[in-house]
Every structure is written in C-alpha cells, then in structure tokens.
C-alpha cells in the first residue's frame, strides 16, 4: 500500500531556532496536509496544499507541495515553546493506488527548550 | 459555533465490558472517520462512513463496530473489551466536495481496558 516517510522522527531545538521536517512518497500524492497534535488532544490541521509547487504560509508555519508530487515540506520559523508536539503529514494518493482514504506519516515530535 | 465532539474523553474499564465511544459533529460533514493511534505514533483508520447508513471498513483490522444513522452522530462500539483495545480512539469529519480533502479531528477518547 501508499507509505510516507516522516524525517526526522524527533527534534530537540532552542527556542528561537528554526525547524524543517519532511514527507517523502515512492508514489504520487494529489493532497498534502499538515497536522499538528498537542498531547492527549486530537490534530489540527495546519496547512492543506492542492498543487505541485504550491507554497503557502500560516504565521510563522510555511509548507511546499514537491514538483514530482511525491514530497512536502514544514517550515517552523523561529520556535516557540508552544509549537512543542506531534506533526504529522498525510496525503491522499494518486493515480492508480488512489483510495480516497488519507494516509499518515509517522510523525515528528518537536520539544522546544526555552 | 460548529466543531467536533467525542466522549468521555478518557475511560478505564474492565474486560469483558460492553462500551460505545460517542462522535458527534455539528459542522454539517457527510464524512466521518475512526482512527486508532498507539501514543506518539501514526494514526490508523478503522472505519468510515460517507453518510447515512453507509460504513466500511478501515484498513487497520478492528473488532469494533459503527453505525451511521444520523448525519451528525458516528458511534464506535466495543462488545467485550480487551485489553489490547486500550489506545487513543481518534474521530474526524470532512464534506464533500470543495475541500473534501481535509479531515477535522475530534479531541480523543483514551480508553484502557484493565
């Protein structure tokens, strides 16, 4: 079945710093989406992005849909010590493995060091 | 103001127990979902409805069983509880058409089976 490689698996950063994380495909993806989980709560989602090449903002959040469609990107900028939890990426698949159903990464998990 | 609601939000109960995890949305959704997830890892669908009286599968096998026959309400049900039951149950919704694409989850229920 699809699959999405999350990297890195985990992050320990100073606040302030800024953080990169990424979703990568061996398949096409019609649909990239950014979700972000605070512990014992449900995800949020972030950022959806619709087109290769796509890239949109939400504060001091920004992600890209990949060229190929096969990767996507988040960007933190300048972290604070509430952006520490779980992102996840998911998307929906392509072409012929298109199953309508929206698939996971593994997760980042982000602590922040004041 | 429309949102996702799931209760309890946390329970405890004993093997063998009968129990019914409640998801309601007032968003107006035809879609609803299940999602399992272990804590800090990836989320795994395990039933889905695309509205009234229609429900599948997910692609995680799981013993429990849903219904749809209100719009609003998708309740997930457990005959005989065990305790490799015990994990975080996730629900989301999302409309159809426009941006189907985006799933809006729900707080949680933790559920331990002792």
């Known amino acids: 079945g699809q699959q999405l490689n999350q990297s890195p698996q985990s992050m320990f950063i100073q606040e302030g710093e800024d953080v990169s994380m990424n979703c990568t495909s061996s398949s096409i993806f019609n649909t990239w989406l950014w979700y972000k989980q605070d512990p014992g709560e449900g995800p949020v989602l972030l950022i959806a992005?619709?087109?290769?090449?796509e890239l949109t903002s939400n504060g001091r959040l920004t992600a890209q849909f990949g060229i190929t469609r096969k990767d996507s990107f988040l960007n933190i900028s300048a972290s604070i010590p509430s952006d520490v939890g779980i992102y996840f990426c998911?998307?929906?698949?392509?072409?012929?493995?298109?199953?309508?159903?929206?698939?996971f990464g593994q997760g980042t998990t982000l602590q922040v060091k004041p | 103001e429309a949102d996702i609601y799931q209760t309890p939000r946390y329970l405890v109960i004993g093997t063998g127990k009968k129990i019914t995890l409640e998801c309601s949305q007032t968003?107006?959704?035809?879609?609803m979902y299940w999602y399992q997830q272990d804590p800090g890892m990836e989320l795994h669908l395990i039933h889905y409805s695309y509205g009234v009286n229609s429900t599948e599968k997910g692609d995680l096998s799981s013993e429990s069983t849903v219904s749809r026959i209100r719009t609003e309400h998708f309740p997930l049900t457990l005959e005989s509880a065990r305790p490799s039951h015990t994990s975080q149950y996730l629900c989301?919704?999302?409309?159809?058409?426009?941006?189907?694409?985006?799933?809006?989850f729900g707080p949680g229920t933790r559920l331990t089976v002792t």
């Open positions: 998911a998307g929906y698949p392509g072409g012929p493995g298109n199953t309508g159903k929206l698939i």
């Open positions: 968003m107006g959704h035809d879609k």
């Open positions: 992005l619709y087109k290769a090449g």
């Open positions: 989301a919704s999302s409309e159809v058409g426009g941006r189907a694409e985006e799933q809006y």
